[in-house]
């Protein structure tokens, strides 16, 4: 298999874009954990423009809609995403 490098926005906008509040929460919350830096700033080293600003406000929930979620699926969602990221 040849070794293909660069982000697949495809997989972003269908990870990030169809993710519901606690998913969201989950996956920021397991990739800080995971890489010791936010999901936030991979985005916007990965990502630029219109594309970027439309993934950083699906992961970032509005503060009119606070959310506090149990973090016990937090693993089994990133896992998901990340299984859809390498698809």
Known sequence: YPLILGTDEDALIE????????QAYALRYEYARRFG?????????ETRGD???LLLAFLDPPPSAPYQPSLANAS????????????
């Open 15 to 22: 990870v990030v874009g169809f993710a519901g509040p606690s």
């Open 51 to 53: 594309l970027q600003a």
């Open 76 to 87: 089994r969602s990133f896992n998901m995403a990340r299984v859809s990221c390498s698809q």
């Open 37 to 45: 830096h936010t999901l936030a700033s991979a985005m916007r080293d």
